[in-house]
């Protein structure tokens, strides 16, 4: 969860909203089991370094948008085959 400014809405501007992000990955399966060696896999830094890159980006109107970039980012990494995006304005009705 964040506190976001994000919204196309006039009320939206100028203020924060907690967001909640839901992100799920799909890796290619290892060759081998990693044997509880952490640099065989792939990190949850990357997810929130991935959210945190994008929200310091640009301001966001959508958060379809930002679900993409986000997504997008992910995907950049190696051994990542899916991303599946999810974020909820949690203040909003």
Aim: hydrophobic share 40%.
């Amino acid at each position: 969860m964040k506190e976001v400014e994000i919204g196309a809405f006039q009320s939206e501007r100028g203020c924060t909203q907690r967001v909640e992000f839901n992100v799920c990955l799909e890796v290619k399966p290892l060759n081998k089991f990693p044997h509880d060696n952490v640099d065989k896999i792939l990190s949850y830094e990357i997810i929130v370094d991935a959210i945190d890159v994008e929200l310091n980006s640009q301001r966001f109107n959508l958060l379809e948008t930002l679900a993409e970039k986000i997504a997008a980012r992910c995907l950049r990494e190696a051994g990542v085959i899916r991303a599946d995006i999810k974020i909820e304005k949690l203040d909003r009705i």
